[in-house]
């Protein structure tokens, strides 16, 4: 009874959603105040109304009700509660679920702010979303429906995978969908301005923190994403430039790219086609990104005709809003254009480059990632393309990027000369040199072109940012004031730029210095990595909560003194009987020891397969990713987005206008 | 410079300039592109010999060799009509057994042995990777029965 009235509660929100798409939306067309007003509560009673939806089958989980088919599916009764609770979305029809949860708390959020913004753009943004939410419960209730149940109830159900038995990798679908979901208000944002055929800068400042917010979430869901893969897949790589990944790194790429672009906007009322452009792709790309990996397209177009309705459900949906936004945008931007000149040395354009270069790059992923499927579809033969093309094209053109955006800042608005810049970042450049220079000798190992040049880069956004700050402090009395008049969304971009540089060392450093080998061993046995002496130990099997295990021990010396004892473990769920492989990593900032085993290859000599990693400076690779995050938090809480506007100036239809 | 020339300029250096880029990514792009071949495919000369592609079968029943002394392994991989020799050196992902369909990239050597550079199985036992299902397929032969098609 239960999960039947989960579904029905869904089904309620389809209706509400339709009322939030519709109503709302003809007002603001029409201008009516009293349609318009809808908006509000339809979105509050939407959000309600999914959330007791989402509520109910997380239940389902809970009390362990296997007569639903996708709990039997996706949970176990050995579970233990926390991964009941996340395991809802451990598969397709649970996440969809969330997806279309979260869309719903964004709409909600943004409802209940709504004196921030005229009320004819709050209307037209809460209708857009209402649209892309039937979209998605139609997806949920037609093709996907996790409320569906089925007789005989199974005894107990098939278990969540292992894999995702984890607390990175509970947290981290949530905000990967925090983020793609995210977009979906910028996009809105730009839709409404179309439609108006309007937008000011104000406009910008209102749709800064969402943008902000999503790309926030986005770049956490990465993070932890890429962190989980290291730790739990057991062989040391965090990335792979697999579609799966290259869904996510894509909207990513354009909205870092909208960021940007939405500052010119506000600032100087420039790019204004620009950014709503990036607004629609990026959320595009979202769409785009959930779908692939949702529907199973990207492993193969066969596998995308194994259940052709939802195929088919995608790509329309896909086709319709990309379609229709992309209409019109061409059928409105002209009337966006900028007013506002600016000279070829100027911010506007040093920005305007870097999100080209963002968008160029995007292109290349896309082509790489979208490549094989078309030409597999179009008969073409199956190929994949391989990871080294991706790094190939990537980081060449991700290098001017981060020579740009430590040169941006310094540049004033509209017109700056080359003299005074070159004056200006003299000294952060030859800084950069010297410490750059001083660290690749420091480091162990042999002097390394790629490291010195990454540490280069990495110096030279660093020394910028510092240089901006003084700045900043140059006409103050005390620094504290100082400190204090600087806004927010300042301290936010330096913070995340930091955060880039934090990246690229890690990634530079790590490719080049680590060292690592898969070896046959038998108790004795020693390897040594950098300054590290690795004895492996023995193997011992020991019974987990829900697997069975076996445990290695590896004894690390430094110097002949014993450092460590690592237990890397080989475990076999007891449900699914999965094997898994359980990494044992001992972390610091200046490198990673990791182990892994392998296979028993010797019963008789007791001699393993065993992977032996030393990786200087991964840590700094998701450190940076947590420190852009940190730098995009403290920028959505510039005081500046918390303006409210004075509603009394909006135009209306007079006949309508609520008594109220 | 006439801001008409300098415009002029600016675009003739961002048109060069993108043409370098589509270049070198094109480049960098059919360098990299795998391709995938059966066995059946490889028994018939298809497959390139300089080049490295993909593989895909079933890993035929108690063909599994390993070195007791190293990481050497030797396995024959099939598409149920005919066979190839897959030979790896390294550590393999946890899902490979025998019987269970797999992917690996590497090069073919003139003796017909495959060397393998990676070994990729997925996280489902019971997944199939599709190039597998479908070289299986083309071969002519029997779906297993615990095939279930991916979701």
Redesign the interface.
């Known amino acids: 009874m239960i999960p039947e009235l989960g579904h029905f509660t869904l089904i309620l929100a389809l209706a509400v959603a339709f009322v939030q798409a519709i109503i709302p939306g003809m007002g603001f067309l029409r201008r009516r105040a009293d349609w318009m007003a809808v908006a509000k509560p339809a979105a509050l009673l939407q959000f309600a109304l999914v959330l007791s939806a989402y509520g109910i089958l997380t239940y389902s989980f809970i009390v362990n009700d296997f007569s639903v088919l996708y709990a039997a599916n996706t949970s176990n009764s050995e579970l233990p509660l926390i991964y009941r609770i996340s395991g809802v979305w451990g ?2 029809e649970g996440s969809l679920l969330l997806w279309v949860l979260i869309l719903s708390t964004w709409t909600a959020i943004l409802a209940m702010q709504s004196k921030k913004y005229p009320v004819d753009m709050s209307a037209g943004v809460i209708s857009v979303l209402g649209f892309i939410s039937i979209g998605f419960i139609l997806f949920s209730l037609f093709t996907s429906n996790p409320f569906l149940r089925h007789f005989p109830a199974p005894v107990d159900g098939g278990d969540l ?1 292992p ?1 995702l038995q984890d607390p990175v990798m509970a947290i981290h679908p949530p905000m990967l969908y925090m983020g793609y979901v995210g977009f979906a208000i910028p996009f809105a944002f730009a839709i409404a301005a179309l439609v108006q055929g309007k937008l000011d800068t104000a406009w910008a400042r209102w749709v800064r923190p969402w943008a902000l917010i999503a790309w926030v979430s986005l770049t956490a869901g990465i993070t932890l994403g890429s962190w989980w893969a290291y730790y739990e897949l ?2 040391g790589g965090w990335w792979f430039w697999d579609p799966v990944e290259n869904a996510s790194f894509m909207p990513w790429l354009t909205g870092t790219a909208l960021i940007h672009s939405l500052a010119v906007t506000e600032k100087r009322h420039a790019l204004r086609n620009w950014t709503v452009l990036l607004a629609i792709i990026s959320f595009s790309l979202s769409l785009l990104g959930t779908f692939l990996v949702r529907s ?1 397209v990207l ?2 177009v ?2 995308f005709a ?2 052709p309705t939802r195929g088919v459900f995608i790509l329309v949906f896909l086709g319709l809003v990309v379609g229709i936004s992309l209409g019109l945008f061409a059928y409105r931007a002209w009337q966006l254009r900028t007013i506002t000149p600016f000279s ?1 040395v100027s911010r506007e354009m040093a920005l305007l480059t870097n999100s080209v270069f963002l968008l ?1 790059i995007m292109l ?1 992923v896309l ?2 990632t979208l ?1 094989p499927l078309i030409l597999e579809a179009l008969g073409g ?9 991706f790094s ?2 990537f980081i ?2 991700m290098i001017p990027v981060v020579i740009l955006m430590a040169i941006g800042p310094f540049i004033r608005w509209r017109q700056d000369s080359v003299s005074t810049l070159t004056k200006q970042l003299r000294l952060p450049a030859i800084l950069a040199v010297i410490f750059a220079s001083v660290i690749s000798l420091l480091l162990p190992g042999k002097l390394n072109l790629t490291a010195w040049f990454a540490l280069l880069l990495a110096f030279w956004v660093f020394n910028s940012c510092y240089t901006q700050l003084k700045l900043r402090l140059r006409n103050t009395q005390s620094l504290q004031k100082g400190l204090k008049r600087i806004p927010r969304g300042w301290y936010g971009m330096i913070i995340a730029h930091i955060g880039i540089a934090f990246t690229v060392v890690g990634i530079a450093l790590s490719s080049v210095y680590s060292q690592e080998q ?3 061993m038998v108790s004795g046995d020693d390897r040594t990595l950098g300054d590290y002496r690795f004895e492996f130990v023995d193997v011992e099997r020991k019974k987990g909560p829900n697997y069975q295990a076996d445990v290695g021990t590896i004894q690390v010396y430094k110097n002949d003194k014993q450092l460590m004892t690592l237990h890397p473990e080989k475990r076999i769920y007891n449900v ?6 359980e990494a044992a990593i001992n972390t610091n900032l200046l490198r990673d020891l990791y182990v892994s085993l ?2 028993q ?2 019963t008789e ?1 007791g ?1 393993w ?1 065993v ?1 032996l990693y030393y990786k200087p400076f991964i840590l700094w690779i998701w450190l940076g990713g947590f420190v852009m995050i940190l730098g995009g938090l403290i920028a959505v809480t510039d005081k500046r987005y918390r303006i409210e506007v004075k509603q009394e100036n909006i135009k209306l239809d007079d006949k309508y206008v609520a008594t109220s | 410079m006439t801001p008409r020339k300098k415009r002029i300029t600016i675009v003739c250096a961002i048109i060069a300039g993108m043409g370098i880029a589509a270049t070198l990514i094109l480049t960098a792009f059919e360098k990299n592109l795998l391709y995938f071949y059966s066995p059946t495919q490889i028994m018939n000369g298809e497959a390139p010999k300089e080049r490295s592609f993909r593989i895909g079968g079933l890993v035929l029943e108690n063909s599994v060799k390993k070195n007791p002394e190293s990481l050497e392994i030797s396995f024959i991989l099939t598409d149920t009509v005919n066979q190839i020799e897959v030979s790896y050196e390294g550590i393999l992902p946890d899902l490979f057994r025998e019987g269970q369909g797999i992917v690996a990239n590497g090069k073919l050597f003139p003796n017909n042995v495959f060397i393998a550079e990676q070994v990729l199985a997925k996280h489902d036992e019971n997944y199939m990777p599709p190039e597998v299902a479908q070289a299986l397929q083309e071969a002519g032969a029997e779906m297993p029965e615990n095939h279930i098609p991916p979701q």
């Open positions: 598969a397709h995978n894999l057991g062989w199973g492993t193969s066969h596998a194994s259940d070829f160029i290349t082509l790489g490549y033969g199956k190929i994949s393309v391989g990871p080294p093309y190939r094209v060449p053109l898969d070896v046959h699914r009987k999965n094997m898994m492989t392998g296979e290859r010797n000599t001699a397969s992977r």
